[in-house]
């Protein structure tokens, strides 16, 4: 069975895992390298948790997002301007509290 899903850019993804219900469509790497991101964010971090950009944060700025080094944001909103605005700041931001080397084996193992 499949989900009810109107929008043909996102995968839909039949109720047993790693089954693809598309798998000849081809994704951006860096789509998915977000969504996995925000997959290890969901399962390390606790949904009250806060965070603060850093000025190094901001080394990776290139999207539309309005985030600031120094400013305070709830994890959905940081996963918000990830997924939405496209916010490499934000992964950076994860990544980083994490821990980087731990997040991107995290993301490794996941695969």
Known sequence: MFMAIRDRSIP?????????ARPEKRW???????????????????VSN??????SDMAYKNSI???RAG?????????STMLLASSNES?????RTYGR?????????TA
């Open 65 to 67: 997002s309005y985030v």
């Open 91 to 95: 992964a950076e931001l994860l990544a």
């Open 28 to 46: 951006p790497i860096a789509s998915l390298t977000k969504l996995m991101t925000a997959t290890i964010a969901l399962h390390n971090f606790d």
């Open 50 to 55: 806060n965070f603060t950009y850093a000025e």
């Open 12 to 20: 839909l993804v039949e109720k047993r895992p790693k089954q693809l």
């Open 71 to 79: 400013e305070r944001y709830s994890l959905s909103d940081v996963l």
């Open 101 to 109: 080397a731990d997040f991107i084996k995290g993301m490794n193992d």
